[in-house]
C-alpha cells in the first residue's frame, strides 16, 4: 500500500499549488474543471478512510470554485480539519500565509 504520509504530503502540494495559481476569474470551463478534481478526488484517492473522510466534508462543505482566495481559504480549511484530527497545529488561511506556502515564497 503507499506511504499515506507522503501521499499526503503530495497531494496538499498539488492542490494547495493549483489552488494558488488558480484564475481569481475562472471561465465556467476552468470552474466546472476544478469542481470535477476535487469531486474525483475521493472517488480515486489510494488510503481509503482518508478519501471517505473528505468525501464527507466535501459533502458538507461544497467546494469554492469562484476564484483563487475563495478556492485557497476552502482548501485550507478542509486541510485544518484533517489537521485537527490527526492532532497536528492549525494553518492560517489568510491569504497572505497561504500566498507565502504555496505561490510566493517568504518576501525575503
Ligand atoms: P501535511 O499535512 O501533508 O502538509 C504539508 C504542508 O502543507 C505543511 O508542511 C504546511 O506547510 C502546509 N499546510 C499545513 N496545513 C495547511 C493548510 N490547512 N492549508 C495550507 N497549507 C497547509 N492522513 C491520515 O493519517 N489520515 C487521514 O484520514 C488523512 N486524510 C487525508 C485526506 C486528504 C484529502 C489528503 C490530501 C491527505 C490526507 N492524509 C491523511 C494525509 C495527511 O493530511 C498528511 O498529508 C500527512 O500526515 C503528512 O503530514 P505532514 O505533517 O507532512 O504535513
Redesign the pocket.
Known amino acids: 500500500p503507499p506511504d499515506?504520509?507522503?501521499?499526503?504530503?503530495a497531494?496538499?502540494?498539488f492542490?494547495?499549488t493549483t489552488a494558488a495559481y488558480y484564475p481569481e476569474k475562472p471561465t465556467p470551463t476552468q470552474r466546472a474543471n476544478m469542481l470535477s478534481l476535487i469531486r474525483a478526488?475521493?472517488m480515486l484517492?489510494p488510503?481509503s478512510?482518508?478519501?471517505s473522510?473528505?468525501d464527507e466534508r466535501v459533502k458538507e462543505h461544497p467546494p469554492n470554485v469562484s476564484g483563487r482566495l475563495g478556492l485557497?481559504k476552502w482548501?485550507?480549511?478542509?486541510?485544518?480539519e484533517?489537521?485537527e484530527?490527526?492532532g497536528?497545529?492549525?494553518?492560517s488561511?489568510a491569504i497572505g500565509n497561504?500566498d507565502e506556502?504555496?505561490k510566493d515564497g517568504p518576501s525575503d
Open positions: 499515506v504520509e507522503v501521499l499526503g504530503r497531494t496538499w502540494t492542490l494547495h478526488l475521493p484517492y488510503c478512510h482518508c478519501a473522510d473528505f485557497s482548501l485550507c480549511e478542509r486541510h485544518n484533517v489537521n484530527k490527526l497536528k497545529e492549525k494553518f488561511c497561504l506556502r504555496w
